[in-house]
């Protein structure tokens, strides 16, 4: 079936960085955009970028310009994200998912991963 | 940015009872060349990642029950669940892509009366 497994929780301190994994399964992973979304501790979901599976386009908040990247690897049909200069409130559970749509990375997000949680404390 | 906003933050609704829930965007997400609203409502349970509910603002994803409607359009929209189940107990998301960065609404906690 299509999902989406991601890497295990992390500890890390602040100033530090974390990169998570994303692996695809049960659908063609160069043909789907992958998104990650954030949501910390009583707060909204917070949407943080894209990467075009297939060209390896990618897009991102501007909350998080400099700091997050997001990069594939189509022969593991894994995406990644890595943020870094991490502090206090990154502390957070982030998933990645998939768009709805092949053809549209403008669309709703339907295949989501269990999360990753990532605590950051001194 | 667009800003999303619901209403109301929580709602207790009696099983078989209708559980309304509002969703306003700061601008439209309504794309004019093809007419489709870029609006989606997705339901959140404890522990569990989001699942999409509704796509378009109006499309309910395979495998929904159509006791799950969405309606709306341009800024204003509305998630319904027509008769209350004790499965339905979550917090609902309504969610804007229409552009970067795509922005979530806080979120709606729908339980049992």
């Known amino acids: 079936q299509v999902q989406l497994v991601q890497s295990g929780a992390e500890v890390k301190k602040p100033g530090a960085s974390v990169k998570v994994s994303c692996k695809a399964s049960g659908y063609t992973f160069a043909t789907y955009t992958i998104h990650w979304v954030r949501q910390a501790p009583g707060q909204r979901l917070e949407w943080m970028g894209w990467i075009n599976a297939g060209n390896g386009d990618t897009k991102y908040s501007g909350v998080f310009q400099g700091r997050v990247t997001i990069t594939r690897d189509t022969s593991a049909s894994t995406a990644y994200m890595e943020l870094n200069s991490l502090r206090s409130e990154d502390t957070a559970l982030y998933y990645c998912?998939?768009?709805?749509?092949?053809?549209?990375?403008?669309?709703?997000?339907?295949?989501w991963g269990r999360g990753t949680m990532v605590s950051v404390t001194s | 940015d667009i800003v999303m906003t619901q209403s109301p933050d929580s709602l207790a609704v009696s099983l078989g009872e209708r559980a309304t829930i509002n969703c306003k965007s700061s601008q439209s997400v309504l794309y004019s060349s093809n007419n489709k609203n870029y609006l989606a409502w997705y339901q959140q349970k404890p522990g569990q990642p989001p699942k999409l509910l509704i796509y378009?603002?109006?499309t309910r994803e395979s495998g929904v029950p159509d006791r799950f409607s969405g309606s709306g359009s341009g800024t204003d929209f509305t998630l319904t669940i027509s008769s209350l189940q004790a499965e339905d107990v979550a917090v609902y998301h309504c969610q804007q892509h229409f552009s970067i960065p795509f922005t979530f609404g806080p979120g709606t906690k729908v339980d049992i009366k």
């Open positions: 998912a998939r768009t709805h749509s092949s053809s549209n990375s403008y669309t709703s997000l339907d295949i």
């Open positions: 378009w603002a109006s």
